[in-house]
């Protein structure tokens, strides 16, 4: 199969650039860019999105769903753009959160993000206080076990990981950790990068405000070479929140994500996240207590948030639902519109508007 007269995304550039992409068996067997710049004729192809950190959509929980609703959670995520789902688990009883790590892999994804359990009681946002727990290094092999082949992400507050045995643990089971709901002092942070921390969650999010004589983990998100998550919907940071983000960090450094939760494409009304009730209320989600409770963001509308917040061509943010989730987990094959990477893809027209969708190179939409 081969598109031809379209504008490949071009990684290496961060530009659209004329061409044609062929895929076989699943793979792309050839990606030709001219030597011209784009005329800006054709629409516009690049990798399929790659969502980090989502709790659900649909109505669906990824901490409950069946077999059959993480099928078709699949399938509501493609039918949007995003042809990498990484699922995402709220604080829950650890018998619970092993239960929907085993379910999720036994739906054929390729990563699972833990983010609850392990967080600062002070910081839980829409996680239930009961189901705050300590650190415990011995709990991480049961997670990897658990989540088998799949690639395993940790959020942890950190800080309340002194002597890094969590931590150790966490890579030593070939994971990778993000720094999340946290009171880090930004020394306390510093530290959790200089033992291998890979990321910062949902930055400024559940996090102390800066302070000037106080920079916290926020700055610490900003100064070190850890990813970070952003969640760019004009919400949860704003615009000129992210664009401070990308005058700070490295652009191979950010993450767009959604942290999308399960009242995402739903009608306003009564949700939850792990059985925690969520009012969805203008298509803003909050605990009963008021509090944030995730997001109902597309991440297509991220992307273009990103580059509208930041002045920014739609080309220079794509990478930050790409190439950059992909890297910040080691997800090798997708990402990119490389010979030999998986054949996810979407069209856009010149409008950006989705209009096609491919997953191993299936037409899904």
């Known amino acids: ?81 995003v042809t990498t789902v990484v699922p995402t688990l709220a604080s829950d009883t ?4 092993l239960l929907a790590i085993r379910r999720i892999r036994e739906a054929g994804f390729c990563a699972v993000h833990v983010e609850g359990r392990y967080l600062s009681p002070n910081r839980r946002g829409a996680h239930a206080a009961a189901l705050i727990a300590p650190l415990n290094p011995e709990e991480v092999a049961d997670l990897r076990a658990a989540a088998g082949e799949m690639h395993l992400h940790l959020s942890a507050a950190y800080e309340r990981d002194p002597d890094g045995a969590f931590l150790a643990a966490v890579k030593a089971n070939g994971a990778t950790a993000g720094l999340a709901h946290t009171d880090a002092t930004y020394e306390e942070a510093m530290t959790a990068v200089s033992r291998g921390l890979r990321s910062f969650t949902h930055l400024f999010n559940t996090m102390p405000a800066i302070h000037h004589r106080k920079g916290g983990a926020i700055l610490a998100g900003l100064l070190s070479d850890a990813y970070t998550e952003i969640i760019c919907d004009g ?114 027209s010149p409008s950006l508007e989705l209009k096609e969708v491919y997953v191993g190179g299936v037409r899904v939409k």
């Open 1 to 81: 199969m081969t598109l031809k007269q379209v504008q490949l995304y071009d990684a290496e550039t961060g530009s659209f650039r004329a061409g044609s992409l062929s895929w076989e068996n699943g793979r792309i067997s050839d990606c030709c860019l001219s030597d011209e710049a784009s005329d800006g004729e054709g629409d516009l192809i690049l990798p399929g999105l790659i969502d980090v950190h989502t709790h659900g959509r649909g109505g669906y929980d990824f901490n409950d769903a069946t077999a059959d609703e993480l099928l078709e959670m699949k399938r509501l995520y493609a039918e949007r753009g």
């Open 94 to 97: 650890f018998d619970n959160m």
């Open 235 to 348: 919400f949860h940071l704003a615009p000129e929140t992210v664009a401070l983000v990308n005058k700070a960090k490295s652009p191979s450094r950010v993450v767009l994500i959604t942290d999308s939760m399960a009242g995402t494409a739903c009608p306003d009304g009564n949700y939850a996240i792990a059985g925690s009730p969520v009012i969805l209320r203008g298509g803003k989600a909050y605990t009963e207590e008021g509090a944030i409770a995730g997001s109902t963001l597309e991440l297509l509308d991220g992307v273009k948030n990103y580059a509208a917040f930041c002045h920014l061509p739609f080309a220079e943010a794509v990478a930050a639902a790409t190439a950059n989730p992909a890297a910040m987990l080691g997800l090798s094959d997708i990402g990119s519109l490389k010979t030999g990477y998986r054949a996810d893809f979407i069209r856009l």
